[in-house]
């Protein structure tokens, strides 16, 4: 961090943490009632100094002392491969950009997308509360369900929809998201509050025929990976796997092949990282953080994946939520592969900086044998025009790291948000699916806020035609 932010908002809010506090910063100043409460019940700004003042005044006074006067390039860290900085020269070509209006509303609001292969269609919801199918061969959208609040995880099994809603979208301390069961054409909410529930994984993890269910729940302060389990009498209890904010994503795989399926998730907003939680037992796990990042990193997304093909399971990791209190370009966000030695010790093998980096997917897109990259930004350099917010890697060369990046037309611009891909046209190929997202919660140039505001579409296809 650059010196004005240690001094003026980073050690403001850590003194508050431990307890040490002056007139000039007040953690509670600016909220309402119920979320001054809420903020004083989760115990984390401590009403006690647990370090004297005089060693806090060291530890402050050194770390303003070092701190550099702004961020460069130099300032990248631990990263092996530097000089992938490079520049987009190339305009996609393997793609054709296909815009979507879900609504008629100028703007876009969505806050989940996803491809789903056994129907077909591309499943988007909103802040709204409505959920949609949309089918591109028929270019027909179908309006499913509509539960009156932001929605950010939606999983179809054969027979249930699990449908999960924010509660409050900004961050806050106040639990009141919540998890909505639709099964034979009735809706049910089940008997929990989750706390700003970002990503929800349905799945048997015991094989008893039960699925159960895995919610991060981000949180704000305080946030935790819970683990639903149902009981004999078909009610679901709940319990807490992880007892930190920040949860993001969970991915199920069995990763140390003892036939029993483990939970890898990624945590961010101060401890952040990415964990296995292997299972020891029937629905009992051991926790071990395979890899921690700096806590400035701004964590957004991880894939497991196979990258370099010998057999264990890789890492994809993204970084750069930058809608907090340090608004800045940060030369350490972007896209990190960590490549697995067969006994999940992950080292970083790859860095491509991008400035506010926020989702990936990685496929053979182009279908010669190694990983392509997609990645798009939410919080890019503004000063920087046309806006490099997307850049496809095309894999050149996959044992040296070697990737050609790739941008979209200078015709096509929107604020993108989340992303996923897959067939969506059926010809044999993979695609992807960008939504966009207009809701400010962080600073946008005028003129793009303007445009992107007055946007008509929601939704951008990226249609491969290698196969045409």
């Not at 909505?180 to 025929?209: E, M």
């Not at 998730?265 to 964990?275: F, I, R």
């Not at 190929?429 to 919660?441: A, G, L, N, R």
């Amino acid at each position: 961090m650059p010196k004005h932010l240690w001094a003026n908002e980073v050690l403001p809010n850590m003194g508050a943490r431990m307890g040490i506090r002056d007139s000039t910063y007040d953690p509670y100043e600016g909220f309402s009632f119920e979320e001054q409460y809420a903020m004083i019940q989760s115990g984390v700004y401590g009403a006690k100094p647990i370090i004297s003042r005089e060693d806090w005044q060291l530890l402050t006074d050194y770390i303003v002392a070092r701190a550099p006067d702004s961020l460069s390039t130099e300032h990248i860290l631990d990263s092996p491969t530097k000089e992938n900085s490079r520049g987009m020269d190339r305009t996609l070509t393997q793609f054709t950009p296909q815009p979507v209006a879900i609504d008629s509303s100028p703007g876009s609001f969505l806050s989940f997308v996803n491809y789903d292969p056994k129907k077909a269609r591309v499943i988007t919801a909103d802040l709204r509360g409505k959920v949609f199918e949309y089918d591109a061969n028929k270019n027909a959208l179908l309006q499913r369900f509509n539960l009156g609040n932001a929605i950010t995880a939606f999983n179809q099994t054969d027979s249930i929809a699990y449908i999960t809603t924010v509660g409050i979208l900004d961050p806050s301390e106040i639990v009141a998201g919540g998890i909505h069961v639709l099964q034979d054409g009735s809706a049910k909410r089940l008997p929990f509050d989750f706390h700003r529930p970002v990503h929800t994984t349905v799945y048997d993890l015991n094989g008893n025929g039960h699925k159960e269910i895995l919610v991060c729940e981000f949180g704000n302060l305080t946030g935790q990976l819970s683990l639903l389990t149902k009981q004999n009498d078909s009610i679901y209890g709940k319990r807490v796997l992880l007892a930190r904010p920040g949860a993001l994503r969970t991915v199920v795989h069995d990763m140390d092949s003892d036939g029993k399926d483990d939970i890898i998730a990624m945590t961010a907003q101060g401890d952040e990282g990415v964990s296995i939680l292997y299972q020891t037992g029937n629905l009992d796990f051991r926790e071990e953080q395979v890899v921690r990042f700096s806590p400035l990193y701004g964590s957004s997304w991880f894939e497991l994946l196979d990258y370099d093909g010998d057999g264990d399971q890789d890492l994809i990791t993204v970084h750069g939520d930058n809608g907090d209190k340090t608004p800045i370009l940060k030369p350490y966000h972007g896209l990190r592969i960590y490549l697995n030695d067969g006994s999940n010790q992950f080292s970083e093998t790859f860095f491509y900086p991008f400035y506010g980096a926020s989702r990936s997917v990685s496929r053979d897109f182009d279908q010669d044998g190694d990983i392509d990259i997609a990645l798009i930004s939410t919080f890019p350099d503004y000063g920087k025009r046309p806006v490099q917010s997307f850049v496809y890697l095309e894999n050149k060369n996959e044992d040296s790291f070697q990737f050609e990046p790739q941008g979209l037309p200078t015709t096509i611009s929107g604020r993108w948000f989340l992303m996923g891909a897959g067939d969506v046209d059926n010809d044999g190929d993979e695609d992807i699916v960008i939504s966009c997202f207009t809701y400010s919660f962080s600073p946008v140039p005028v003129d793009l806020k303007q445009r992107w505001g007055e946007s008509d579409f929601d939704m951008l296809i990226l249609e491969n035609v290698l196969l045409e």
